[in-house]
């Protein structure tokens, strides 16, 4: 049964959102859309190559602060997110995942290629009969020319 709604629960439903939550990071970030994230973000704690922020204008300028936006106001990159693995307690409306993610880029100076790939571990709660972000975990594994995609990487070149 759903906590919030006395019916029974549909999991084929919680998986089918949270995939377009975990699609919806992906949009956002390659939308260059940092307002976006912080509200998808807003009640979940993210952690990435920096210190954990949590709360919607502590990541919105995590973001800001971390990937360089060109003229065209994206970061010219595409996330491509597989290998994705969700695991949900119905009854405890939480949920968990994990997944793969490669970054690529192209600029007209830049042919297109991967530039990073790593994986993702999320957990999730209902509230609200709406699935949310609880907490996004970002391991990079593999790194290649990041220079044109993070602001750090890009003052060190």
């Known amino acids: 049964m759903s906590a919030s ?33 912080g509200t998808l ?6 952690s990435g190559t920096g ?3 949590s709360g919607r204008d502590a990541i919105e300028e995590m973001f800001k602060d971390t990937l360089i ?31 793969y993610v490669t970054v690529f880029q192209a600029l007209p100076d830049l042919p297109l290629q991967p530039i990073a790939a790593g994986r993702y571990h999320d957990r999730f709660e209902r509230r609200d009969g709406q699935w949310r972000f609880a907490e996004r975990r970002v391991r990079i594994n593999l790194i290649g020319d990041v220079s044109r995609h993070a602001r750090r990487a890009a003052a060190r070149r």
């Open 69 to 99: 936006v060109y003229a065209d106001g994206t970061p010219r990159t595409h996330h491509v997110t597989t290998n994705v693995a969700i695991e949900v307690d119905e009854q405890a409306s939480t949920a968990v995942s994990r997944s």
């Open 41 to 46: 973000l807003a009640e979940a704690t993210f």
């Open 5 to 37: 709604t006395g019916m029974p629960a549909d999991p084929t439903s919680s998986h089918r959102a949270i995939e377009n939550l975990i699609a919806r990071y992906a949009e956002l970030v390659d939308d260059g859309d940092f307002a976006g994230l």
């Open 51 to 53: 210190e954990s922020v």
